[in-house]
């Protein structure tokens, strides 16, 4: 039955698109027809693909090429869900005519319904990677921009039991601890979010620049765990190694369930003993994760002070000015 929806749709593609071009140019006759009639194609291509392959893949792919440097080029966001909504009846109509079950319109209305979302609230991409290990590395990049989207927290709780269950420690003695935050405690996410930036640029000036990837839906908090079995100096050599393994446990774990990924190392001295205060911790994390739906942006919210900060990891700037390359391979990779 799924390939006789998309073989349905595929014949008929071009027949839709002449049928929505009609409807639209009475509501809008200065639509421009050659332009929006190759959109539709696209859109009506990937919704075939999505039906075949049962993911979002495809049109997530095709609503990401709609947006540049975060901003959405369409000249009517109105006009272009009017047009879906017409496209949708049409495909409806005809999925009913072929006596095709109605799972398959409801997987044509979930993916208008994506599409609608997208535009009207920015782009975030909810594809699930097919947990090859190639897409899941190419698809762990540092973010720092956030969705709205809800992360169930089946999904953390999942990572978390990741990290137990497959994470080395020697002797299993695991020297460190992990503080889970979601917004429930908004204040406590306020300090964590001021304490999270460089006090200071190195040329002594305040600096403005915010970590805004642990304004993330969930944090993990990671920590030395001092159970005395170690000395003091070891203990911090020891529990690092051991937080850059689990993180990275973490990191691939948040990937393969179609979650995005922020780290964050910086800590300023201005807010640290309130932190330390109220988060009951002799120090501050050695590392904080923030996880959750990436939305291309150049600017996060602030849900506590609703204050809107710029993300520079999020921009070009760091491409333009060079900033933060990898030496070669050859640099720091010998065989011996």
């Not at 939305?295 to 602030?302: A, H, L, M, P, Y």
Request: hydrophobic letters at 30%; charged letters at 25%; proline letters at 3%.
């Amino acid at each position: 039955m799924a390939w006789d929806s998309v073989s349905l749709l595929r014949t008929h593609k071009t027949k839709i698109v002449k049928q929505v071009m009609a409807g639209m140019s009475n509501i809008s006759p200065d639509i421009p027809g050659e332009k929006c009639s190759r959109d539709l194609n696209y859109i009506l291509t990937a919704i075939a693909d999505c039906l075949e392959s049962n993911n979002q893949k495809s049109l997530m792919y095709v609503i990401k090429n709609y947006f540049r440097g975060g901003k959405l080029r369409l000249q009517s966001v109105d006009l272009e869900i009017q047009a879906y909504g017409i496209t949708e009846n049409i495909i409806h109509n005809l999925f009913d005519r072929y006596k095709i079950d109605t799972l398959y319109k409801q997987k044509v209305t979930d993916c208008f319904d994506v599409i609608k979302e997208n535009f009207k609230n920015g782009y975030t991409d909810t594809t699930y990677p097919d947990n090859n290990w190639t897409q899941m590395l190419e698809a762990k990049k540092q973010c720092a921009t956030w969705s709205d989207k809800k992360v169930d927290k089946e999904y953390i709780d999942s990572i978390l039991d990741d990290i137990h269950k497959h994470c080395n420690s020697k002797q299993n003695k695991v020297p460190y601890e992990i503080k889970v935050m979601d917004w429930s405690n908004p204040e406590l996410r306020d300090l964590l979010f001021r304490h999270a930036r460089d006090e200071e640029t190195p040329e002594g000036k305040i600096n403005t620049h915010f970590n805004t990837q642990v304004l993330a839906p969930y944090v993990l908090l990671f920590f030395e765990r001092d159970d005395e079995t170690y000395e003091r100096d070891v203990l911090h050599k020891i529990s690092n190694l051991e937080i850059g393994l689990s993180l990275q446990i973490a990191a691939l774990s948040a990937v393969s369930k179609g979650l995005s990924i922020g780290f964050c190392k910086c800590f300023n001295d201005k807010d640290r003993n309130e932190f330390h205060k109220k988060f009951n911790v002799h120090s501050s994390p050695s590392v904080v994760l923030g996880i959750g739906y990436y939305k291309e942006s150049d600017t996060q919210i602030n849900p506590y002070t609703n204050v809107e900060y710029t993300s520079s990891i999020s921009t070009s700037d760091l491409d333009k000015e060079q900033w933060h390359i990898k030496p070669a391979m050859k640099d720091y990779i010998t065989y011996v």
